[in-house]
């Protein structure tokens, strides 16, 4: 830290640890912590340093990576989406009720996104055309949601899938690369992007930080929030149906149960306040990332699961204590 | 009881919110069966000190009475329990309870521990007519109009054994008509004995219901007076501070020379109406010109410039730039034909606080600086350092937080926001406000140039020298009307005072002027 440069290094100089642990809370809190697991796991955990685990790791985080991507764009609007896993158990069922019925993997995928990424927007035409509450209107999807995936697939009923072509989405590799990893590089990447250098990013910010004067520099804050809903909605989608390859089979009843809880951990952990107006992608990675790899520290090294949920009950806590807004 | 003690008495009150008095030895002294105006411009501290009152803040320093009882409120239970209670303009009701549920809500009379309800409707229905009103107290609050549920929260007042009542801006929401049946209510408070302190900026209410006025200024105590007899010049002159020494000129950085205004004008604002806050507004302005508009707060001046600006909805009126009527649905059609508008409040609708310099000063010209959605950084470095240069704009870098810059210089990228679009018409809603003196003039500087160089101006302030040396007419507001155009030498801190008061363009009377100023 005595290294740093730049503007930061007057914030930090000021004070003395404390501060300057402060000012780079938000930042690379979340980087250090992750750096300290990995250290910790590669010292203490058995077969934890092994490109194996990584691949594992990178797999097991995939779904929550994607839908958290999209989760904390919404959550930069000042905005939450709750309806993330039933968005999944739709793209899931509907895609698996089409296969199955025989329609081409390729027009199924597309139409389950379509009907995903248009859930998404209903839910942000909701909260911006009629003003009712983030978390009311998503909270209604996530219900209703999970009906209507039950719906689909007649009644909830498991529905096997043995499409090779839709099996390489959950199984195939490009080189030593899950598909389904790749796919989560690759969104991670762009979001990054178009938070840092679009034009959309900067609107997802300014709604989220000041959506009055947002309005009057003339951004249109309508459009701006749909959009960001129906994006959450698409990668919910995607990430249902790589839940489905998966499995190779869709269960409307289970695909995605709680993952809004566990994406909403990860964009916490990783530095988005949830009052909106900052987005920071990659630290929501690095949040599914400490989630992921403290699950594995306590499966691998045998101690009871339980125990993972109260530390990382304990990480989102600190982490929220870490970011508090700071009294001027 | 002695009779000759006031009801309510408040002397020295001081309130220091983190260094900064918001009130520093403010004076009040509210009669019995008195209806006592508070006024006062922005941050004049009526507000604080209602709170002061009715126990929701503690004071830093001065004592309070009741009944001559030194008293010391540590909440709003405690103040409602001797009687003092607010009554405030956003209705704090349950909608889906029963009048008579909200009017004891909290204290409902009780029977065996069960709700007495025939005891508490009828309770209930006494105080309603006490009040004048026919109200039924097991009608759902929310089946009630606006005005109505007013009142119900004036009767919960009423039900403390409330002695001493505010009133804060009761009206903002009513219509005419309904603002009598308030009106009715206030006066039968008044008879019974109740003080009551009303908070509003309308001059015909005060003028109509108080029996004195009690004048704020910047947290500070200017003057308490009848108002039977008080001529509203004189209040007017009270709430902004001045006197007749000051009715001079030299203390703004405009330069000053004659402005002659385009013959043909650039935009024109036609019978803009919106319900009680905007009646059939219209103004012109020309290429070249700055066209000042004065009023006091709540006046209108805001709401016509967002209804040009398209911020608002309005019921009718039309907009014309350059001839062209100008379909404005959005802030953003706006923007599109040619407008930009510094709103008045930097915080609540200007900055987007954990921004930067850099990412606040292009985000309305964002459309013109990105290719297929993504912003050309070479573009935008030159245009930020052209402006930060040209307008002097201090901060680390383009890279620092703006809510970490001074108020002057955020001022000053909000400005940049809009003058790197190249603008036809800019609207300033008081541009110089909260700033320093330096920022200040050369922001006022500024305007003259853009203004010199072809840009039509309209430039709302509170700043009467502001008006008379950068304006080259000047507009005056007055309970949501434009009641006088001054030009030329009709110009002067105090033809506009006059017309802020008396809503004509009058000049003011020389002794009625010099009296006000042996008043301070």
Redesign the interface.
């Known amino acids: 830290m005595q290294q740093a440069t730049g503007?930061n290094s007057?914030a930090a100089a000021r004070g003395g640890v404390m501060s300057s642990l402060a000012a780079y809370g938000p930042t690379y809190g979340a980087l250090a912590a992750l750096v300290l697991l990995i250290v910790f796991n590669a010292i203490f955990t058995r077969n934890f340093a092994t490109p194996d685990n990584l691949w594992n790791t990178l797999l097991q985080m995939t779904p929550t990576a994607l839908v958290a991507t999209g989760m904390t764009l919404v959550i930069a609007t000042g905005g939450i989406d709750l309806s993330v896993g039933s968005v999944m158990a739709i793209a899931s069922a509907l895609a698996a009720t089409l296969i199955a019925g025989g329609t081409g993997v390729g027009v199924a995928a597309l139409l389950a996104l379509a009907v995903a990424c248009g859930c998404g927007a209903l839910n942000g035409a909701l909260i911006s055309g009629f003003r009712i509450q983030p978390i009311i209107v998503t909270l209604a999807l996530l219900i209703a949601g999970r009906g209507a995936a039950q719906v689909i697939s007649q009644g909830g009923q498991l529905i096997p899938l043995n499409n090779p072509a839709f099996g390489y989405l959950g199984r195939g590799y490009v080189g030593p690369v899950p598909a389904q990893v790749l796919i989560m590089i690759v969104v991670a990447v762009v979001a990054v992007f178009v938070m840092r250098?679009?034009?959309?990013g900067?609107?997802v910010?300014?709604v989220g930080?000041?959506e009055?004067?947002?309005?009057?520099?003339?951004?249109?804050t309508h459009r701006t929030k749909i959009t960001v809903y129906a994006i959450s909605g698409l990668l919910a989608g995607i990430a249902g149906l790589i839940e489905t390859a998966r499995l190779g089979a869709s269960d409307a009843a289970k695909v995605g149960l709680n993952i809004e809880l566990d994406a909403i951990a990860a964009v916490v952990v990783g530095g988005t306040p949830l009052t909106g107006?900052?987005a920071t992608v990659g630290g929501t990675i690095i949040g599914a990332l400490i989630m992921q790899i403290i699950s594995m520290t306590f499966i691998m090294n045998d101690i009871k699961f339980s125990w993972s949920l109260v530390l990382k009950a304990a990480i989102i806590l600190i982490a929220v204590y870490v970011q508090r807004p700071k009294v001027a | 009881m002695m009779t000759n003690v006031p009801l309510l008495r408040m002397e020295g009150i001081t309130k220091i919110f983190g260094g900064y008095k918001a009130l520093d030895g403010v004076a009040l002294t509210l009669e019995r069966g008195e209806v006592h105006a508070l006024v006062g411009e922005n941050g004049a501290g009526k507000s604080t000190l209602i709170k002061i009152m009715t126990g929701a803040y503690g004071r830093d320093g001065g004592q309070m009475w009741l009944d001559g009882q030194s008293v010391n409120f540590r909440t709003p239970e405690d103040a409602q329990g001797a009687g003092v209670v607010a009554v405030y303009q956003e209705v704090n009701l349950l909608a889906y309870r029963t009048v008579a549920e909200n009017i004891y809500l909290g204290r409902e009379p009780r029977r065996f521990g069960f709700v007495n309800w025939k005891k508490m409707n009828a309770d209930a229905r006494e105080i309603l007519e006490r009040l004048g009103l026919n109200i039924d107290p097991r009608a759902t609050l929310g089946s009630l109009n606006i005005a109505l549920r007013q009142m119900v929260a004036i009767a919960r007042g009423v039900s403390f054994n409330a002695k001493v009542v505010v009133l804060d801006e009761p009206t903002s929401s009513l219509t005419e008509h309904e603002v009598s049946i308030l009106y009715d209510v206030v006066r039968r408070l008044k008879a019974e004995g109740v003080g009551v302190v009303y908070i509003s900026h309308r001059f015909d209410e005060l003028y109509t219901v108080c029996d004195r006025v009690t004048v704020l200024r910047d947290g500070r105590f200017v003057a308490t007076r009848s108002l039977a007899g008080l001529e509203k010049i004189d209040l007017v002159c009270m709430m902004l501070g001045k006197r007749r020494e000051e009715l001079r000129q030299g203390t703004t950085a405009f330069r000053h020379i004659e402005r002659r205004g385009d013959e043909a004008p650039l935009l024109r604002a036609e019978n803009l109406t919106r319900g009680r806050k905007l009646n059939d507004v219209t103004i012109e302005a020309a290429r070249g010109e700055i066209v000042g508009m004065a009023g006091l707060l709540g006046s209108g001046r805001t709401e016509t410039a967002r209804a040009i600006f398209g911020a608002d909805r309005i019921e009718r009126g039309e907009v014309y730039l350059e001839g062209k009527r100008l379909n404005l649905r959005t802030p953003g059609d706006a923007i599109d034909a040619g407008l930009a508008f510094l709103s008045e409040d930097r915080k609540a609708e200007g900055i987007i606080p954990e921004l930067s310099v850099r990412e606040n000063l292009t985000l309305a010209a964002l459309p013109a600086l990105s290719k297929m959605g993504i912003v050309n950084n070479a573009r935008q470095r030159e245009i930020v350092e052209k402006f930060m240069k040209r307008l002097g704009i201090k901060a680390t870098s383009a890279d620092q937080k703006i809510r970490e810059l001074s108020g002057g210089n955020q001022q000053k990228v909000l400005l940049a926001r809009w003058l790197c679009k190249n603008p036809k018409f800019l609207i300033l809603d008081e541009p110089t406000r909260g700033i320093d003196i330096g920022a200040k003039g050369e922001i006022q500087a500024l305007v003259g140039e853009l203004a010199e160089a072809g840009l039509g101006v309209l430039m709302i302030s509170s700043e009467l020298e502001e008006l008379v040396e950068g304006s080259s007419r000047v507009l005056v507001m007055r309970d949501g009307e434009c009641v006088a155009e001054l030009r030329g030498n009709q110009i002067s801190q105090d033809s506009i005072i006059h017309a802020m008061a008396e809503g004509s363009a009058v000049q003011a009377d020389q002794h009625v002027a010099d009296d006000v100023s042996k008043q301070f």
């Open positions: 503007i007057t250098r679009s034009s959309f900067r609107y910010v300014a930080g000041n009055a004067a947002a309005r009057l520099a003339g951004i249109k107006g900052r």
